[in-house]
């Protein structure tokens, strides 16, 4: 084991350890903060203990999550409609690799009319225009993982 | 002897792993997605490889990806945990190409177990019975089948899984149709054709055996109830499997340790059977060559590590356990606390877990990736963590479960921890015995 990674902060073992040792003192929180982390153990009503983590980030390896998933930032022009995903995945524009797209710009939709998929967590959520019209902009890439605030694309409402 | 091990996964099986390779001194080096560079287990282990972006076939999936950051980590082993390449016999070749151990069984067992009709054939070779039914080349064949069977029926894809390319036949008038579809199918599904059918059993139960093998010789560590299944995913594990006759389970046991012998199998695993729910006759279904999500309640009851006896027998050495030392004690209940939205179908619910505050206490064990703060990416699977108690017996395990889960919280993303609290709520499963179609009657308060 190297010595510049600290070891585990402590096992279940230790942790039931020290609710035994808390027992059925008075004390109902305990509060341990370290360099490497700060663990929060609490007494519910009924007597049960929880125990809530939050471990620091080692030397080199501190990567800011928010970069994960990219917004697309589209401004939006007034009669046209913006398609956001049901939840943040990754956006697929045709059914499989190699496949034609569902829909591309120009082309007409209905309410029903799938535009894309969302997968997420291995599920396939299939995204509907929800209206009639015509597809302005596909703002999305193919495989591009998107947050759930991000426009898809853009249709026009037509009757 | 191993003393560097590359874990060839993530979230908690990952960290489950790397605990177990500290206790014994091992170096631990972690291959992760980009997706992952911030995980608790990249944080944990002692050194970190990014594979590669966060889709599992560039990273996770990637056999040379994963085989050429374990050379060059220089590592003497990899440990594939579950899913991803665990049960992958080009992976286990590709790794002995390069000379490094694989935690697990030969490619030549991954063979043999992975596809079921080959499988199958294994356990009869075996002496095991097997679900009355075969192989259905054509429609004629499939039609002898159906008269040796009786109906109701299934017919299954032979590369299928999950519960895809499955049919339920009910009268012989519809047999024809369902297996031309069930062949279309599977083909689709699957690239390959292949159905066979099998008796469909009403009331049937999962239960499954826990098997560890030398390559000589092979012992059972006891056996789970794996019933509590919503499309075929499971979603509570118990050990052992409630109200089997004695005489019964110590069939069941000696089945699962004949298969393992007979396959000179080498690694952990597990074999599962559907298990009638009246009679207790059980049927061969398959063996997952690798270590299950469940394995902690067989940990529970029996004290023993599964992932040390996997590094032990990957290091050639020969079982530490015999039968007769081995003792179970108590009753054992996992839940799967899942990123999901159960009020909503299930929907998937990854983001920023803003607060995990998990239970704690004697008897209680927690298996999770997932801290105050911690972010559950939308790439992969939606298990967020595995609670397991452990009491003196099956009703008390059930009170405790029920506790538990009372004093759980979570805050940030939706979980399935208010259906647990139902199920144990729910006198179907305090009485003990449950079928694969209990999540259908469950109420869903």
Redesign the interface.
Known sequence: MSQDTPDLPLTPDDVAQILALLGDGKQDELDLTTPRYRLRLTRGPRGDWTQDWQTRGAAGLTVAVAAAATSVAVVVEEGVHAVMPPLPGTFYRSPQPGAPPFVSVGDRVEPNTVVCIIETMKLMTSVHAGMSGVVVAIDAENGQLIDKDAVLLRIRPEG | MIRRLFIANRGEIALRV??TA?RL?L?TILGVS??D??S?A???????VVLGP??SAQSYLAIDRVVAAARAAQADAVHPGYGFLSENAAFGRALAAAGITFVGPTPEQLDAVGDKLKARHVAIEAGIPVVPGGEAEDLTAARARATQTGYPLLIKAVSGGGGRGMKRVDRAQDLDAQVALAGAEAQAAFGDSRVYIERYIARGRHVEVQVLGDGRDAIHLGDRDCSIQRRFQKLVEEAPAPGIPPAQRAKLHDAAVRLTRHLKYRGAGTVEFLMDAESFEFYFLEMNARVQVEHPVTEAITGVDIVEQQLNIADGLPLGLTQDTLAFTGHAIEVRIN?EDPDADF?????LVT????????G???DTHI???G?I??????LMGKLIVHAATREAAVAAMA??L????IEGVKTTAGLHARIMADPRFAAGAVDTRFFEGLNRG
């Not at chain 2, 990249?42 to 970190?48: H, I, P």
């Not at chain 2, 929907?347 to 983001?351: D, E, I, L, T």
């Not at chain 2, 009372?406 to 919280?409: E, F, P, V, W």
């Open positions: 790397i605990r500290r001194g170096s980009e997706a560079r911030d608790l990249a944080r944990t282990a002692d050194e970190v966060a889709p990123a929907r998937p619910s990854p983001g607060r995990a505050a998990w239970p704690a206490g004697a209680i064990r927690v801290e105050s703060g972010h990416p939308p790439h992969y699977d939606s506790r538990a009372g004093s759980l919280h």
